[in-house]
Nanobody, 116 residues
């Protein structure tokens, strides 16, 4: 079973930056579609970004131009660089993995809090 371990969350002021990391167990990381989702208090979980095994990426409109997803297949790790953070980015961020865009493995989540 694939295990995902996230790190890098924390408290940051509006306009600041954070980088989330997610390390994945398993020998076929390069084949996975990796993603980031988030859930704010009182809201439904939402898609943030996705990295396809072939290298292409996609983003939610709310983060496009501010967030960047990247992956290091040699380290079995996917990253989410978050710049120009806004208070509305405050949420628990989840790393996901799957062989299709619909994730079938989730991390435990990491809290990101952006103060105004």
């Amino acid at each position: 079973q694939v295990q995902l371990v996230e790190s890098g969350g924390g408290l940051v002021q509006a306009g600041g930056s954070l980088r989330l990391s997610c390390t994945v167990s398993g020998r076929t990381f390069s084949n996975y579609v990796m993603g980031w989702f988030r859930q704010a208090p009182g809201k439904e979980r939402e898609f943030v970004a996705r990295s396809w095994s072939g290298g292409s990426t996609s983003y939610a409109n709310s983060v496009k131009g501010r967030f960047t997803i990247s992956r290091d297949n040699a380290k079995n790790t996917v990253y989410l660089q978050m710049n120009s953070l806004k208070p509305e980015d405050t949420a628990v961020y989840y790393c996901t993995a799957g062989t299709t865009p619909a994730p079938n493995s989730w991390g435990q989540g990491t809290q990101v809090t952006v103060s105004s």
